[in-house]
């Protein structure tokens, strides 16, 4: 079983839909949890991270953490074409591994017009 | 600006041959990490260090290896015993601070392949 895993896309959308991205971990220990977009050719940046359960609110995105589920989501309101891109969901074990994070393999999202 | 500087864009790899990747960083980031990102898939860990003259391996460290003589330069060197080194490399570094918010910020990258 993989350490973080996404689920498969590619996953497509309508423009102004809501595009809900998920990821399950393994570790139950994990302590934070962390969203990137990567544009095609590019390198990862942060959208934003979670560490304590229930939502987090940052203008059209929002993060959900179940740890009793071992489960983190990512909503995209009113999605723009803008928004597509692989988004990368990671987590940190924490204790001693401070700072080291395991990431899933991604997921595609397609916003069409 | 502040950020991460990864040299060279483009690289590529005669058989036989060790290069080596440039990672610098004016973040006055204690942390820096070395990913690999094949197409489609997801970064793999390569090395990281956490301090000045010390690092560990990461889940794929054969066939690489890694310095850390100053805390602003992370060089990675892809060595000859590296049978599949066409990829995405991605340099990182963050806060090592034992807190929960520390995020990795990351370089444009490195594309390698072989010639």
């Known amino acids: 079983q993989k350490e973080v895993e996404q689920n498969s896309g590619p996953l497509s959308v309508p423009e102004g839909a809501i595009a809900s991205l998920n990821c399950t971990y393994s570790?139950?220990?994990?302590?934070?949890f962390f969203w990137y977009r990567q544009y095609s050719g590019k390198s990862p940046e942060l959208i934003m991270f979670i560490y304590s359960n229930g939502d987090k609110e940052d203008g059209r995105f929002t993060a959900q953490l179940n740890k009793a589920s071992q489960y983190v989501s990512l909503l995209i309101r009113d999605s723009q074409p803008s928004d597509s891109a692989t988004y990368l969901c990671?987590?940190?074990?924490?204790?001693?591994?401070?700072?080291?994070?395991?990431f899933g393999q991604g997921t595609i999202l397609t916003v069409h017009p | 600006d502040g950020g991460i500087t990864q040299s060279p864009k483009y690289l590529f790899r005669k058989e036989g041959q060790n290069v080596t990747l440039s990672c610098e960083q004016n973040?006055?980031?204690?942390?820096m990490y070395w990913y690999r990102q094949d197409p489609g898939q997801g970064l793999r860990l390569i090395y990281y260090s956490q301090i000045v003259n010390d690092f560990q391996k990461g889940d794929i460290a054969e066939g690489y290896s890694v310095s850390r003589e100053k805390k602003e330069s992370f060089p990675l060197t892809v060595t000859s015993a590296q049978k599949n080194p066409t990829a995405f490399y991605l340099c990182?570094?963050?806060?090592?601070?034992?807190?929960?918010?520390?995020?990795?910020?990351f370089g444009d990258g490195t594309r390698l392949s072989i010639l």
């Open positions: 570790d139950r220990g994990s302590q934070s």
């Open positions: 973040l006055n980031h204690d942390a």
């Open positions: 990182a570094s963050s806060i090592a601070r034992q807190t929960l918010d520390q995020p990795q910020h």
């Open positions: 990671a987590v940190n074990a924490g204790g001693t591994s401070y700072g080291k994070l395991t």
